[in-house]
């Protein structure tokens, strides 16, 4: 069964930043986040609350405020104000306290204990651990807002979601966290530019190598990405095992299985992205996201990596007549065992605190974010599909669209890796080394045997909860 538009499949760029960035950048107070300041007592809220109903399913009391604290980076914060307008609509006496950063671990982590925000978007290189804050207790779950009624539309708010939004938030059994976006992953490149030369977007990794001479020809680099942040390269890494070995594979790295990195297709992917470095078909310099994003805008490479984030995020910088083209990654030929499955799916997630003042309000809100009209808001804004199904259904752009036509024929299964949500030290070490690769300073071998080792210490330390996925 093919995935439509309306029904994609399953991931974001901040599980872009979330997968990613949060392993090296949280480091977990010994005492724990909510035990940090034990001597504090987090604000009251009033559990009587108001009578509840299909409107009011959590029983928002008039008259009281929720904080909502939004992560301002590549999609944004417009599209929340405009939740807050939606929200008022229909709660006009409940006060919505909304302040944008790009400092959320810094900003929320230390409140987390005492009084913390109601809503706090938790993405962006600055970001809370995941699964620090599910294993503490430090964030609510929320499977009660999934079987609450969809804000505008029939059903449940569950019914109303994308393939793979709910899997997405889902730590131990339970729903914990929001993803507002939909995201799909894969090489850009300029369609003006490839219109006016003749040429092809590659589908495999032997078309990209036998056009790359044409491209280098031209002056440009065949390709570019973000050398600072190692979960960059590593999302493009990780599409090409997942293509190559095959689903099952990529799931028994994340269950940590022994010798799970050595499993037929895993070094051929990553031999491929080895012999891209050797090559010399980078362009050079130590570039990050948004410098590498303006010089593949510039002219200076042909085929970029990221995901559906890109056009909002580098809208002011956009050339004109430059024409944004999303095609799928590419595979390795006829030994793929997952050709056709591609990178998509929710994040840029949202969680309620624990201790959270007014949780009624909080998980009100997020019905909001992902009611139909705000979805439908979301997308004309950021240019990205939000979690709920059809929310780009009306927005005329290429980029948006071609991304569309990329799931058009999408299967069922979409591409998606767990370890680096599982385990922040494990999630660590892959960025380091997916870096090292990616800069030519460690061979597809070696990258293989050090993440088996990597595993392996976790597989083996018995204070670290281990986690598993079936699909």
Not at 93 to 119: G, L, R, W
Request: aromatic share 8%; hydrophobic share 40%.
């Amino acid at each position: 069964m093919s995935v439509t538009p309306e029904n994609l499949g399953d991931l974001s760029r901040r599980t872009l930043l979330r997968r990613a960035a949060a392993a090296g950048l949280l480091v977990t107070p010994a005492v724990g986040l909510l035990s940090a300041c034990a001597g504090s007592e987090p604000t009251k809220s009033d559990d009587a609350g108001a009578a509840k109903s299909k409107d009011n399913p959590f029983g928002v009391k008039d008259g009281s405020a929720v904080k909502v604290v939004i992560f301002n980076g590549g999609l944004g914060d417009q599209w929340a104000k405009e939740d807050k307008v939606l929200f008022n609509a229909k709660h006009a006496n409940i006060t919505v306290n909304m302040s944008s950063t790009q400092k959320i671990k810094t900003e929320e982590q230390p409140k987390m204990a005492t009084q913390p925000s109601d809503v706090v978007m938790n993405s962006g290189a600055d970001m809370m651990d995941i699964s620090t804050l599910v294993n503490e207790g430090a964030i609510e779950p929320l499977d009660d807002l999934l079987a609450a009624p969809a804000w505008d539309g029939e059903g449940t708010v569950a019914d109303s979601l994308l393939p793979g939004t709910v899997t997405d938030g889902t730590f131990q059994g339970k729903f914990y966290v929001v993803n507002v976006a939909y995201t799909v992953w894969g090489n850009w490149y300029n369609g003006a530019l490839f219109t006016k030369e003749g040429w092809e977007p590659p589908k495999t990794f032997d078309e990209f190598f036998a056009l790359a001479p044409k491209i280098k020809a031209k002056g440009i680099a065949p390709y570019v990405h973000d050398a600072v942040h190692g979960y960059y390269p590593r999302w493009a890494l990780m599409a090409t095992v997942w293509k190559s070995a095959g689903k099952q594979a990529v799931i028994d790295i994340d269950n940590l299985k022994e010798n799970a990195w050595k499993a037929d297709g895993v070094l051929p992917a990553l031999q491929a992205w080895e012999k891209l470095v050797k090559d010399r078909l980078l362009l050079p310099g130590k570039l990050d996201h948004t410098q590498s994003q303006q010089a593949w805008l510039d002219g200076k490479a042909a085929f970029i990596q990221v995901g559906t984030w890109l056009k909002n995020e580098m809208a002011a910088t956009i050339p004109p007549g430059f024409e944004m083209r999303l095609s799928d990654y590419w595979g390795l030929g006829a030994s793929d065992k997952a050709p056709k499955d591609v990178f998509a799916g929710a994040g840029e997630g949202l969680v309620v605190p624990s201790k959270a003042p007014n949780k009624a309000a909080a998980k009100e809100f997020l019905r909001v974010v992902l009611s139909k009209s705000g979805s439908a808001k979301f997308a004309e804004l950021t240019k990205s599909l939000a979690s709920t199904q059809g929310s780009g259904d009306n927005v005329q752009d290429t980029s948006l669209s071609t991304a569309n036509e990329l799931m058009k024929n999408a299967p069922k299964d979409l591409i998606k890796t767990k370890f680096w949500d599982f385990y922040a030290d494990l999630d660590k070490e892959s960025q380091n080394l997916s870096e090292e690769l990616m800069a030519g300073r460690l061979t597809a071998q070696q990258f293989v045997d050090k993440m088996q080792t990597a595993a392996d210490k976790v597989a083996k330390d018995s204070s670290i909860k281990k986690q598993t996925r079936t699909a």
